[in-house]
């Protein structure tokens, strides 16, 4: 484990704004002077877990955890009091030496820190090499993506590479890092349609959702999540007014992924395309919601249709009027 001076290990724990650096992973609701929520360490119907800012802890009084900000994340990213030290620090710019670590943590932790640091640089790089290339650009507006979703999403185009002439969607983990992309090909005939980043410590995607760091505070405020199929239907979701909205990129669900939502709420409606394989898709779906005892709703889309045509086809106000 690296060694840091108690200090700054103060510096940073004094500097956390709790209820911030929890609400960047759970919803939490105002109760009085303090917070609540559903405790994210253990299955519960009520709100035990309590986070007060005054005294800068948490405490679940069902399964009995508690600590500081730094501890919080620790615990919910299953990952060494350094590496949730530096976390809490970057939200402040606080810096935080790097010092003695096991040869196993320390190559373990370089390694995740150099491919995030390195997924970020590309991000960037797509995204630009996006903003000049024409043809991409009419592609998504054809597709009826606005210039504001391009750059919310931060949406871009590989040059060469493992995405060579696909358009990449970033997927970030709950606290906003690139983990990983999806490659989306312009072209019909091309296969595979969807290009993902291969899996690693810091890219499992049965772990995640696209959308999900965007959609978080919405879910929260709405106390409800849309779970659609791709990425593509998200951004149409989210123009249409429904921030809320999350896929597990046209995989299905997991158990952990539904775990993550409930962090945010338990009321779930499911978006089905209206197709064969949309309809085996939503079947093994909703094995796992109902075990997860979340309050499911179904939205059966017309015909032939899934998200993405059914609002581009729809008037943005018809198509809220269905979904309603």
């Not at 948490?58 to 620790?74: L, P, T």
């Not at 797509?126 to 991409?136: D, I, R, S």
């Not at 690139?178 to 296969?191: A, N, P, S």
Request: charged share 25%; with cysteine.
């Amino acid at each position: 484990m690296a060694l840091i001076a108690n200090e700054l290990v103060q510096r940073i724990k004094d500097a956390a704004q709790i209820e911030k650096i929890i609400g960047e992973y759970i919803g939490l609701k105002r109760f009085g002077v303090n917070y609540k929520a559903n405790c994210p360490f253990h299955d519960e119907n009520t709100s035990s877990f309590v986070v007060s800012p005054a005294k800068g802890i948490y405490k679940c009084f069902g399964c009995g955890k508690g600590g500081d900000a730094v501890h919080f994340v620790q615990e919910f990213e299953n990952i060494s009091f350094p590496q949730a030290l530096k976390i809490v620090a970057r939200h402040y710019n606080i810096d935080v030496p790097e010092k003695e670590l096991s040869p196993e943590e320390l190559s373990a932790y370089k390694h995740r820190e150099s491919a995030i640091l390195s997924l970020s640089k590309q991000n960037a790089s797509f995204h630009a090499a996006l903003l000049k290339q024409e043809t991409a650009l009419a592609y998504l507006t054809d597709r009826g993506i606005t210039q504001t979703t391009i750059e919310k999403w931060n949406l871009g185009w590989s040059v060469n590479g493992f995405f060579t002439g696909r358009i990449t969607f970033p997927i970030q983990n709950v606290s906003g890092e690139v983990c990983g992309f999806t490659g989306r090909t312009m072209e019909k005939d091309l296969q595979p349609k969807y290009k993902n980043s291969p899996e690693d410590d810091y890219f499992k995607k049965s772990e995640l959702l696209f959308g999900l760091y965007h959609a978080k505070n919405q879910i929260t405020r709405m106390n409800r999540c849309y779970i659609v199929e791709g990425q593509t239907d998200v951004l149409q979701m989210d123009q249409l007014g429904y921030g809320n909205t999350v896929a597990p990129s046209g995989t299905a669900l997991t158990v952990k992924q539904i775990q993550l939502i409930k962090r945010f709420t338990k009321n779930i409606v499911l978006l089905l395309d209206a197709d064969a394989p949309g309809i085996r898709a939503a079947i093994k779906n909703i094995s796992p919601l109902l075990t997860e005892q979340v309050n499911l709703r179904i939205i059966v889309l017309p015909e032939k249709e899934d998200p993405d045509s059914f609002i581009r086809k729809s008037e943005p106000r018809e198509a809220t009027q269905y979904i309603i």
